[in-house]
């Protein structure tokens, strides 16, 4: 018999070698090698809030332990939280569904995961508008289709229906949203999204509308989900939720999904044959998160608008930056190429030089799709936002 060297390479497989590492993930590794050193790193990397999960919702988790809801729940979730789900759209969108449509998942993460995996053939084109978060096109490539991506740029990253037609093909299934958007902040208004819709109902396309910072948008921005659209509107609709960012449970790990019974009942095959269910006791944290009071919201609203407002104005002082005004979420995403020079030519360049000669992290843009750009993150204290900003002024002012 045959035996396979022990040095032989892995083999892995065709789907997941086509994938590439996350560079948020990447750039938050290389903040923890250098705080290791010793060195005062200024992070601007991180995609979590810097609060913590509110008292009401550990509590919650703590008194379900000892209640001894410990085991194993519906793969859809329990009853409780989906309802808690159904009542929260209704009460904030007007917007009807079943328990037959809404399922909860590990992060929002899985729920884009379930709703692509079980869509998506080989062959398939999934619009991927850019800047996107670096997770949409590798789930797309683990799925075996393929992404198609939509520039922006000239709009200011604003997507629009005129943008999306001129993409589509005979082989587009399916197109993954982003409002408010992680990293350019932008936000589709109310009425461009509902033209967006109309587009895709006619042309009989799928939408992937990850709604992950739904809570996180600043005026005269308005809160939108597409969940609240005409019935006739959702039928090829997948609203992804999180729990992550608005209530600060990115460890929780927990999310969830609306789509119509069909899709639904596909999602849960993929969720019933690999996680199950999301943490019993996660799933009843996230419920008091949702029934429970909302004032945190709005305290880490007021603190990320304080400082959206002075981020912006430093970053405006310094010369060879621009930046549009994020509408949400809780990143800044200025055009660095009036920096690149000399030995610092593209994004990566400039965030790797940051980082060595300032010890500031921040995100290369072209993770994104968006070459010439980095993410800054003020999900960080002011006092670390006024130190890394004053880095990144140092850095630039000393290399152009
Ligand atoms: C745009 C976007 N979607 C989805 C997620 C996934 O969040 P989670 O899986 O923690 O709910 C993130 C996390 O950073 C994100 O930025």
Not at 15 to 30: D, E, F, I, W, Y
Not at 355 to 375: C, H, K, M, N, P
Request: hydrophobic share 40%; net charge neutral.
């Amino acid at each position: 018999m045959m035996t396979q060297p022990a040095s032989s390479p892995f083999p892995v497989s065709k789907n997941v070698s086509r994938m590439k590492p996350s560079s948020t993930l990447a750039a938050m590794q290389a903040a923890d090698a250098l705080r290791a050193t010793g060195a005062n790193v200024v992070d601007f990397g991180a995609g979590e809030p810097d609060f913590d999960t509110p008292e009401n919702i550990k509590r919650a988790a703590a008194e379900a332990m000892r209640a001894g809801k410990t085991k194993y729940t519906p793969t859809a979730g329990t009853r409780e939280l989906q309802e808690a789900i159904i009542d929260f759209y209704a009460r904030e969108f007007g917007a009807r569904y079943e328990r037959t449509e809404v399922m909860a998942t590990s992060g929002g993460k899985q729920a884009l995961f379930n709703a692509i995996v079980s869509l998506i053939n080989p062959g398939d084109e999934v619009l991927i508008p850019k800047p996107y978060w670096v997770t949409f096109p590798e789930i797309v490539v683990f799925a075996g289709g393929t992404p198609v991506f939509i520039e922006t740029e000239e709009t200011g990253f604003l997507l629009t229906a005129e943008m999306i037609e001129r993409a589509i093909t005979p082989c587009t299934k399916a197109i993954l949203l982003n409002s408010p958007c992680n990293p350019s902040g932008r936000v589709i208004p109310p009425a461009e999204f509902k033209r967006i819709m109309e587009l895709l109902s006619d042309r009989g396309i799928y939408a992937v509308s990850d709604e992950c910072y739904l809570r996180f948008v600043y005026p005269p921005g308005q809160v939108f989900s597409a969940a609240g659209l005409p019935a006739e509107l959702r039928a090829r609709l997948c609203v992804a939720g999180s729990f992550s960012k608005t209530y600060a449970m990115t460890g929780w790990r927990m999310g969830y999904s609306l789509a119509s019974a069909e899709w639904t009942r596909a999602m849960l095959m993929v969720q019933s044959h690999s996680t199950s269910n999301p943490t019993s006791i996660a799933q009843w944290a996230a419920t008091e998160a949702l029934r429970g009071p909302q004032e945190s919201v709005a305290t880490m609203l007021d603190e990320y608008t304080a400082r959206r407002a002075w981020l912006l104005e430093a970053l405006r002082e310094i010369p060879g930056i621009t930046c549009n005004e994020p509408e949400g979420a809780f990143y800044a995403f200025p055009n660095v190429r009036g920096c690149l020079r000399g030995k610092i030519k593209t994004s990566d360049e400039f965030a790797r030089a940051l980082l060595d000669q300032e010890q500031t992290v921040v995100t290369d843009g072209a993770g994104f799709g968006s070459e010439g750009y980095i993410r800054i993150s003020y999900a960080t204290s002011m006092a670390q936002l006024k130190e890394g900003v004053h880095r990144i002024r140092r850095f630039v002012e000393r290399s152009i």
